[in-house]
């Protein structure tokens, strides 16, 4: 029975899987990188004093929080180019899409995060004669930041799990390379344990950092 | 230098601070004392702006702390401020917290901030220890850098909020003493939050005594702890003076 299994299969198509990967990890990390910042903004806006910033912050939450990251992915994919007039590609309007999504989880993040600062951080940067801007950028966010840095990568991993629902827009992702392996030459269960494993090892080992970092953060 | 009149704040329904009016003038060292609650934090936060008020008004070096138009960034940066609990920036060494507003609120450039910086800590006893976290300082040494952190901005007063209050008993005089030589030695004008009744003694032109957000007495310091005065005032010295 073990004899009909092939793995060789994924030597010879490693280059076309690590380009996969590749991608799979270049949108991990540029999304990650937008949605943090469009995240920590969402956060300061929730947080202000100005009833309209806190709403635009609420609704954003709330409205990507009670959407599927698929239905969100498909949309771009159709909506941005009616937007922008242009032909856009996948790889843009799903960065989009996750940029825009991750945001509402990050900000969320962020925000127990700023509110984990006690008020007199602040007073300390206003008394010096800071302002607000100034405040955030120099006291408040670097202790926020560094507070959560553990939920923020462990959040980043999910994000990275997430990617692999880019194939219904046509990219090839890690998932999706396996996934046209497999269907081409007919070797499904080889690579679906090989996209298993490596996702496996990937996230447990970022998870074992986190842990790591908890760790030493406690100590 | 520091002027307030009429000043009422309230929380919601609280009536925090009734009817407040005080001043201090230049080169002054005033002492507020009075008992956990009264509105001492909250009253020397109206005065630079941290806590907004509802009536009256507070001017400092006559610029109007609550007037809309008041640039407050700039007008705190020429108020000192020491809390309670140091909030030193703990992402940052002693060099850094003392650095930082030099840089980006004076504009001066790294190399005069640094300068600057070593001879504040020279000065309140901390030479060579500008590279230490504030979690590797002791609670003086912490409260110590603060006040050299708050000067760094060259103030035209300072304001303290109970700067000995979290202290270990055995520290509290290292961070008295530096006071006492800025009220001494430079004439700083002061407004202190204190119990260290010691202190008031001997530094203070006045002490005030507030309780439950009005100020019962304001008398010139041989006064206060001579001549009689309120029950209130009264009853909370003996209190404080048998610790
Ligand atoms: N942000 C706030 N919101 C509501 N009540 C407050 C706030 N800050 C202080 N208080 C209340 O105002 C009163 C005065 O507080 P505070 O100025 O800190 O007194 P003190 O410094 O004399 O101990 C207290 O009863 C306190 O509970
Ligand atoms: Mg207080």
């Known amino acids: 029975m073990l004899a009909a299994f092939d793995f060789g299969v994924i030597g010879r198509n490693l280059p076309y899987l690590w380009e996969g990967m590749q991608l799979s990890l270049l949108l991990t990390g540029l999304s990650a990188f937008g949605s943090i910042v469009l995240g920590t903004i969402l956060a300061l806006m929730r947080l202000s004093g100005i009833k309209l910033f806190q709403w635009i912050g609420a609704v954003w939450v709330n409205f990507f929080r009670s959407l599927p990251l698929l239905l969100v992915i498909f949309w771009f994919y159709f909506l941005v180019p009616v937007v922008v007039q242009q032909q856009v590609d996948a790889f843009q309007s799903a960065l989009i899409g996750f940029v825009l999504f991750e945001a509402a989880y990050y900000c969320e993040i962020m925000r127990s995060g700023i509110l984990s600062i006690s008020r007199g951080q602040a007073w300390a940067g206003y008394a010096l004669g800071l302002r607000y801007s100034q405040t955030m950028r120099y006291i408040v966010l670097p202790q926020a930041f560094r507070n959560m840095l553990p939920i923020l990568l462990t959040q980043t991993i999910i994000l990275f799990q997430d990617t692999s629902l880019v194939f219904v827009v046509g990219l090839a992702d890690f998932m999706t390379s396996a996934v046209n392996v497999a269907q081409r030459d007919s070797r499904l269960i080889e690579l679906y344990v090989f996209a298993a494993f490596v996702y496996l090892v990937m996230c447990y080992f970022g998870s074992l950092y986190v842990k790591h970092l908890q760790q030493k953060m406690h100590r | ?243």
């Open chain 2, 1 to 243: 230098m520091i002027d307030i009149q009429n000043v009422n704040k309230w929380f919601d329904d609280f009536h925090v601070l009734k009817n407040i009016s005080m001043s201090v003038a230049k080169g002054e060292v005033i002492v507020v004392c009075g008992p956990s609650g009264s509105g001492k934090s909250t009253l020397i936060k109206c005065v630079n702006g941290l806590e907004p008020f509802q009536k009256g008004t507070i001017t400092v070096n006559d610029v109007s702390v609550g007037a809309k138009d008041t640039n407050l960034p700039e007008l705190r940066s020429h108020i000192g401020m020491v809390f309670q609990n140091f909030e030193l920036f703990p992402h940052m060494t002693a060099m850094q917290n003392i650095c930082l507003s030099q840089l980006k609120v004076l504009g001066r450039s790294q190399s005069e901030a640094q300068d600057r910086t070593n001879t504040l800590l020279d000065r309140v006893g901390l030479e060579g220890l500008g590279f230490k976290y504030s979690s590797e300082l002791s609670g003086g040494q912490q409260q110590r850098v603060a006040i050299a952190r708050a000067l760094a901005m060259d103030p035209f007063a300072m304001l303290f909020d109970e700067p000995t209050s979290a202290l270990d008993p055995e520290m509290i005089n290292e961070v008295l003493e530096v006071m006492q030589e800025l009220a001494r030695d430079d004439g700083m004008t002061m407004m202190v939050v204190t119990h260290e009744m010691g202190f008031a003694r001997r530094v203070a032109d006045r002490v005030i005594f507030m309780d439950e957000g009005e100020i019962v007495e304001d008398a010139n310091t041989d006064d206060f702890f001579g001549t009689p005065r309120s029950d209130r005032a009264q009853l909370f010295l003996s209190k404080i003076l048998q610790h």
